[in-house]
């Protein structure tokens, strides 16, 4: 059955949660009848082009766009691009603007005149808005999100951008946020994907090994930080290449250890993210780099033991130390499911570590009361 302009108007208009919750069925299930879809797109577009409605019509887009046959996306996606990118710059919807960039370029990038125009017109603003994302946590996760769907289908235009986007991405060491942080450590990833594979996918190969060698050494500069008022007994091999940048720290001591510890999981964080996600090439990774990295990151011991006096930094650098290390066990874990046989050359390495974790987990409660 058809439906009405004035029975759609009146649905999109409506401000109930329960009615927007039924509304987004009922208009998937009709925007594929060529005599409703039409309906539905023109009283869609009208909320989209009202400033007072324009944020409400953006999320409903978000809802049903995965529904849109490729005509309807073809017909408009450009419209709705321009009410995100060239239009309306002075209101306040960057977050739902830099979410709804991301679904259009996802779902009409197979669209030639659609890409064209928009590597031509738009696609250098989308970067500039993304990188630029700032207000808050929302809008900052919906930008590294549109950034990564961007570089995943226009990888070539991306290349010239890398070392700005990389220097945007180092920020997130110093992220709190969980998943914020995995955004940034996705959108890190498909960073080293784009530009041409080059014979054989050796470019690909080389950003990848590149990258998570400069991940190794950065976590070990932190860890020289972290450890610097211990005595670590072995002197490990730390490879003299580039790290990525952090701001210098003038905070009192246990300010300075929460900062560094969060910089260093982040670390880890982006470098488990590298060794889980897909990649269109063979992964290159020196496993000495990351095996000589948990190592050294648990070698050390300091428990807050109740049995003696300690200080609260004794005790702030005990709980962060404990963390780090069971982030290590675990980026250890992925990395021998992934290296698997290769990995057999450093078999007694492997297992020194674990049985000295797995001894000092019956001996003392730290990696207990982490859990």
């Not at 929302?138 to 995943?152: G, H, N, S, V």
């Not at 470019?203 to 990848?208: E, P, V």
């Not at 610097?228 to 790290?243: D, K, Q």
């Amino acid at each position: 059955m058809p439906l009405q302009n004035t029975q759609v108007e009146e649905a999109l208009s409506s401000n109930d949660e329960v009615i927007k919750g039924v509304l987004s069925h009922i208009l998937n299930l009709n925007i594929h009848q060529e005599s409703n879809d039409k309906t539905i797109i023109s009283s869609l577009n009208k909320l989209i082009s009202t400033s007072k409605t324009r944020l409400q019509g953006l999320e409903i887009l978000h809802l049903i766009i995965h529904h849109c046959t490729p005509s309807v996306i073809t017909e408009n996606a450009l419209h709705w691009l321009s009410h995100c990118i060239v239009k309306h710059p002075g209101d306040d919807l960057a977050e739902a603007k830099l979410v709804t960039i991301g679904l259009i370029v996802k779902y009409a990038t197979t669209d030639q005149d659609f890409t064209k125009k928009f590597i031509t017109d738009h696609i250098s603003k989308v970067l500039d808005m993304c990188i630029s994302a700032k207000s808050n946590p929302y809008e900052i996760a919906a930008a590294l999100e549109t950034l990564t769907i961007c570089m995943k289908n226009y990888p070539v235009w991306f290349t010239q951008h890398k070392g700005r986007i990389e220097k945007y991405l180092e920020t997130f060491l110093d992220c709190t946020d969980k998943d914020m942080l995995v955004k940034a450590a996705q959108c890190c990833h498909y960073l080293q994907q784009v530009g041409n594979a080059g014979i054989d996918g050796i470019t690909h190969r080389m950003n990848f090994s590149t990258t998570f060698t400069k991940l190794c050494v950065t976590a070990h500069k932190l860890l020289d930080d972290f450890f610097e008022n211990e005595s670590e007994m072995e002197h490990y091999n730390i490879p003299v290449e580039e790290h990525f940048e952090y701001l210098e720290l003038h905070l009192d001591s246990q300010k300075v250890l929460q900062v560094t510890a969060n910089r260093i999981t982040n670390c880890l964080q982006f470098l488990k993210t590298m060794l889980l996600e897909g990649y269109p090439v063979a992964k290159e990774i020196k496993p000495l780099e990351l095996l000589n990295l948990v190592k050294r990151g648990c070698a050390i011991h300091k428990c807050a033991s109740a049995n003696r006096e300690n200080s609260l930094d004794d005790y702030i650098f005990s709980v962060l130390l404990t963390n780090i290390q069971v982030k290590l066990l675990q980026l250890l874990r992925i990395f021998i499911f992934w290296g698997q046989s290769n990995l057999f050359p450093y078999s007694f390495m492997v297992t020194k570590v674990l049985v000295d974790a797995f001894n000092r987990n019956q001996s003392c409660n730290c990696f207990k009361q982490n859990q």
